[in-house]
């Protein structure tokens, strides 16, 4: 099912994006395996914890009557790190925006499994087994910042060219919101609303994701 691009295009509100779980966990070829316990290696070498455990794929999804529908199933959590090949696991990303516009930027410390030492926009993490996409981004944005929405969408459905599928929520908070960063960051900041005065750090894909949620 592996492809890039916009998958499905909302927005949705929280209780019109459904998941159906399946049974059988996912067993994916012993190549994408092997590569999997070498990225788990390479994270404990440079410190990092051992995430490793099971997590969530897409398995497949569709559109019907204004709701997104998705049907999930347990993988290796891994497996997601498998450049080029990750089989379809699923993440979700919360990007975060005041009620003026400016967005939520933190960067990732040094120890974590991806992007590390990097500014991301929000919050995101994969999606835990029985979860909904969409009670992960509420889970993500309260752990990673202590933040509570006063409004939240699920915007995107995404194929990225790693193999990841990623759920795009967008949250609001309001102007005076004061995040309290977890220690998956050592830095953060409110970038402006306007994408083109964000600072040279600001990784373009971060601006084509800012641009597709403005749109």
Request: aromatic share 6%; hydrophobic share 45%; glycine share 10%.
């Given at each position: 099912?592996?492809?890039?691009?916009?998958?499905?295009?909302?927005?949705?509100?929280?209780?019109?994006?459904?998941?159906?779980?399946?049974?059988?966990?996912?067993?994916?070829?012993?190549?994408?395996?092997?590569?999997?316990?070498?990225?788990?290696?390479?994270?404990?070498?440079?410190?990092?914890?051992?995430?490793?455990?099971?997590?969530?794929?897409?398995?497949?999804w569709?559109?019907?009557?204004?709701?997104?529908?998705?049907?999930?199933?347990?993988?290796r959590?891994?497996?997601?790190?498998?450049?080029?090949?990750?089989?379809?696991?699923?993440?979700?990303?919360?990007?975060?925006?005041?009620?003026?516009?400016?967005?939520?930027?933190?960067?990732?410390?040094?120890?974590?499994?991806?992007?590390a030492?990097?500014?991301?926009?929000?919050?995101?993490?994969?999606?835990?087994?029985?979860?909904?996409?969409?009670?992960?981004?509420?889970?993500?944005?309260?752990?990673?910042?202590?933040?509570?929405p006063?409004?939240?969408?699920?915007?995107?459905?995404?194929?990225?060219?790693?193999?990841?599928?990623?759920?795009?929520?967008?949250?609001?908070?309001?102007?005076?919101?004061?995040?309290?960063?977890?220690?998956?960051?050592?830095?953060?900041?409110?970038?402006?609303?306007?994408?083109?005065?964000?600072?040279?750090?600001?990784?373009?894909?971060?601006?084509?994701?800012?641009?597709?949620?403005?749109?």
């Open positions: 099912m592996s492809r890039s691009g916009i998958l499905a295009r909302g927005p949705w509100q929280s209780d019109q994006v459904e998941a159906r779980w399946l049974e059988d966990t996912f067993e994916p070829p012993a190549e994408v395996l092997r590569e999997a316990d070498a990225a788990v290696d390479g994270l404990r070498e440079r410190g990092s914890p051992a995430h490793d455990g099971m997590a969530t794929r897409l398995a497949g569709r559109e019907e009557e204004g709701r997104l529908l998705l049907d999930l199933q347990p993988m959590w891994a497996v997601r790190l498998v450049e080029g090949n990750a089989c379809d696991s699923l993440t979700a990303l919360c990007a975060v925006r005041t009620e003026d516009g400016r967005w939520l930027a933190g960067r990732r410390a040094a120890w974590v499994s991806t992007w030492g990097r500014w991301a926009l929000g919050a995101g993490g994969a999606v835990d087994l029985g979860e909904g996409p969409a009670q992960t981004l509420t889970r993500e944005l309260d752990e990673e910042w202590q933040l509570e006063d409004s939240l969408s699920v915007e995107a459905l995404l194929g990225l060219p790693n193999g990841v599928v990623m759920v795009v929520g967008l949250a609001t908070v309001p102007d005076a919101a004061e995040p309290v960063p977890d220690d998956e960051h050592d830095e953060w900041a409110w970038w402006p609303a306007e994408v083109d005065a964000w600072p040279a750090e600001a990784d373009e894909r971060l601006k084509l994701m800012a641009r597709l949620l403005s749109g």
